[in-house]
């Protein structure tokens, strides 16, 4: 162990702590997002992606945590801490970005499959 701006302890593992994250916001958001569909404030569709979302962010942020806290612990490591820590928000900004742009082509798809359902009953008329 070096001595790192805090002693943060022995280094942990980066790839078991994501698995652990990713179990943990399942757990989360699935029970949560359940709930949610049981009472009707979500479509099962809705609640499917909304857990599938949280559970990719959960295991993002908790794999950038451990890798930020193991670079905090040692010598010299503040930088790689801070871009761990970069690299952690890009991608919980991108699930974010991809779960936005995957919502509007369902949107696209749904207003054009209403579209030619009365285009159908229009001719059917």
Known sequence: MQNGLINTGEPRNIMGHIVSGAVASAVVSGTINYKK???????????????????????????????????????????KALTALSVGMAGIYAVEVIDDKLNSKYEQLEDSCSDEKFLEEGINE
């Open 37 to 79: 569909a049981k009472e009707k404030k979500l479509s099962s569709n809705e609640a499917i992606q909304d857990t599938v979302k949280k559970t990719a962010q959960g295991a993002i942020a908790t794999g950038t945590a451990i890798a930020t806290a193991n670079h905090i612990g040692q010598q010299g490591g503040f930088l």
